[in-house]
Antibody, heavy 117, light 106 residues
């Protein structure tokens, strides 16, 4: 069964940092790109970043550009999101998803990030 | 950036009804559009990809249509389990989600 499992969420103070992880299983990790999507309380889904299968190309939404960095480790079948200079508006459930090229067919259950003093 | 405008934002319908949700792109995205079902506390579920292709394992009560800038998701024979929020998603240029449509089954 194809699965993604996020971890690393938690409570962090404004201006702090956090690293999210997304571990994949059940499919050939290196063949696929991945995206991170978040959902703030009471809001809809927001794409924040993506990374290609090679890891060479990455993209970011304006809301996180310069503060968040996506990366991957194919040897560990894991995607990461390094989050710096966190703000209250970054409070959300963060999901990773597998990019099949035409839609995201596998999603994790999400990890919650709360930015508060 | 491509903007996606989804309507309506909320929808209330009865069991066995048919409903249609619309998504409009700010520029042509060909057929690079997917639809997802999202329930609270769960992972989003891919329903439709390529605007009109039914994802494997998804009920045939779900169907998608459109191309270019106008797209629809139709759910026929509504069931109580269809209560969820539905999102469109363009993947032609980076990624953008619609604002979501919350579907309530009366």
């Amino acid at each position: 069964e194809e699965q993604l499992l996020e971890s690393g969420g938690g409570l962090v103070q404004p201006g702090g940092s956090l690293r999210l992880s997304c571990e994949a299983s059940g499919f050939t990790f290196a063949k696929y790109g991945f995206i991170w999507v978040r959902q703030a309380p009471g809001k809809g889904l927001e794409w924040i970043s993506d990374i290609t299968s090679s890891g060479i190309s990455t993209h970011y939404a304006d809301s996180v550009k310069g503060r968040f960095t996506i990366s991957r480790d194919n040897s560990k079948s894991t995607i990461y999101m390094h989050m710096n200079s966190l703000r209250a508006e970054d409070t959300a459930v963060y999901y990773c998803a597998k990019d099949r090229g035409h839609g995201m067919d596998v999603w994790g259950q999400g990890t919650t990030v709360t930015v508060s003093s | 950036d491509i903007q996606m405008t989804q309507s309506p934002s909320t929808l209330s319908a009865s069991v066995r009804d048919r409903v249609t949700i619309t998504c409009r792109a700010s520029q042509s995205i060909s057929n690079s559009l997917a639809w997802y079902q999202h329930k609270p506390g769960k992972a989003p579920k891919l329903l439709i990809y390529g605007a009109s292709n039914l994802e494997s394992g998804v009920s045939s009560r779900f169907s998608g249509g459109g191309s270019g800038t106008e797209f629809t998701l139709t759910i026929s024979g509504l069931q109580p389990d269809d209560s969820a929020t539905y999102y469109c998603h363009q993947y032609k240029s980076y990624h953008t989600f619609g604002q979501g449509t919350r579907l309530e089954i009366k």
